[in-house]
């Protein structure tokens, strides 16, 4: 899965968010995945952070909803089951710098196969059989 990524909610709440020096290079990797270069996979519960982030900061209930759609339409969106709830707890525990949903996306990357995590949150470096890839990173 050389293309593949699975998506965390950094990459859309900057691309989404007000002028950032992350904005433009998150922008451009969303870009990259509607023209097909990369196919992007999402937890669901990345769409939900992603929903809450966009409520909390905008306030706007319809945006962040229609945010949470629009991300939802350029991912393949992945079960948040027994089975990654199993392996993000075993992440939490195992492994420090993981928190939360950090260990939701990168037990649902582990559960499906997918070996890189787009992400500007370095708690991703330190998963074993994950590879974090920054935007800023892309050329």
């Known amino acids: 899965m050389e293309k ?3 998506l965390d909610s ?20 969303l870009s990259r995945i509607i023209s097909g270069e990369f196919r992007a996979y999402a937890s669901v519960e990345m769409v939900q952070e992603l929903v809450h ?3 909390r900061k905008t306030g706007n209930r319809s945006e962040s909803a229609n945010n949470g759609r629009d991300i939802a339409a350029i991912c393949t969106l ?5 089975k990654v709830l199993d392996l993000s707890l075993d992440l939490i525990e195992r492994n420090p710098t993981v928190r939360g949903r950090d260990a939701v ?3 649902t990357a582990i559960a499906y196969g997918i070996e ?3 992400s500007t949150d370095r708690a991703f470096d330190d998963i074993p059989g994950i590879t974090r890839v920054d ?3 892309l050329p």
């Open 4 to 6: 593949a990524l699975l």
């Open 10 to 29: 950094t990459v859309a709440a900057y691309a989404l968010g007000e002028n950032h020096l992350l904005r433009d290079s998150n922008r451009a990797l």
């Open 53 to 55: 982030h966009r409520l």
């Open 78 to 82: 992945l079960n948040f089951d027994r």
């Open 105 to 107: 996306h990168a037990a």
């Open 116 to 118: 890189r995590i787009a």
């Open 135 to 137: 935007p800023l990173d």
